[in-house]
T-cell receptor, first 113, second 112 residues
Framework: EPEVTQTPSHQVTQMGQEVILRCVPI?????FYWYRQILGQKVEFLVSFYNNEISEKSEIFDDQFSVERPDGSNFTLKIRSTKLEDSAMYFC???????????FGEGSRLTVL | RKEVEQDPGPFNVPEGATVAFNCTYSNSASQSFFWYRQDCRKEPKLLMSVYSSGNEDGRFTAQLNRASQYISLLIRDSKLSDSATYLCAVKAPGAGSYQLTFGKGTKLSVIP
């Protein structure tokens, strides 16, 4: 069964450092997303990406965040200067259309010290 | 009022029991609703979409009540493997909106 894959599974970084989280969405999917979940909190939308551009972003997704699809398979989330409050599990997801039926990757746990 | 609210539980039920969860949403214009399942420290996985007429998938039944702005999930004949957190998700209205708003989840523990 096709799946969304994410790397790294866990990253520890110092405050102020740049982090790139990588995702390979399911190959025939057209919509890509990043969500995050702070420990013990709900899953929160960050950004959606379609047709090589951001289609929607949340208030969380400020100038410190960016996304890119550098080639036909990878989808990355960059945090330019990490803050302590960026510590969370970051989930990549993809969907064939936009009907709300998302397939999530296993997540990348980011710990900012 | 929070956008999507769920009773956090935990619901502790014996194997074989029937259990139901509700989820309320604040935006009456919302059109699409979903139940996801999340195991501890794992990713959310789609359990089922919720259709206006209600839908059933094996032991799971989802229903939508637009008038009262809630959706429900009923699990019959609970199995140990049903132990998880159940997340309600609502798609924001509008053709240009792609985000799902999740509730905080309801934790279910099925006990032998």
């Amino acid at each position: 069964e096709p799946e969304v894959t994410q790397t790294p599974s866990h990253q520890v970084t110092q405050m102020g450092q740049e982090v790139i989280l990588r995702c390979v969405p399911i190959s025939n999917h057209l919509y890509f997303y990043w969500y995050r979940q702070i420990l013990g909190q709900k899953v929160e939308f960050l950004v959606s990406f379609y047709n090589n551009e951001i289609s929607e972003k949340s208030e969380i997704f400020d100038d410190q965040f960016s996304v890119e699809r550098p080639d036909g398979s990878n989808f990355t989330l960059k945090i330019r200067s990490t803050k302590l409050e960026d510590s969370a599990m970051y989930f990549c997801a993809s969907s064939r259309g936009f009907n709300g039926e998302l397939f999530f990757g296993e997540g990348s746990r980011l710990t900012v010290l | 009022r929070k956008e999507v609210e769920q009773d956090p539980g935990p619901f502790n039920v014996p194997e074989g029991a029937t259990v139901a969860f509700n989820c309320t949403y604040s935006n009456s214009a919302s059109q699409s609703f979903f139940w996801y399942r999340q195991d501890c420290r794992k990713e959310p996985k789609l359990l089922m979409s919720v259709y206006s007429s209600g839908n059933e998938d094996g032991r799971f039944t989802a229903q939508l009540n637009r008038a009262s702005q809630y959706i429900s999930l009923l699990i019959r004949d609970s199995k140990l493997s049903d132990s998880a957190t159940y997340l309600c998700a609502v798609k924001a209205p509008g053709a240009g909106s792609y985000q799902l708003t999740f509730g905080k989840g309801t934790k279910l523990s099925v006990i032998p």
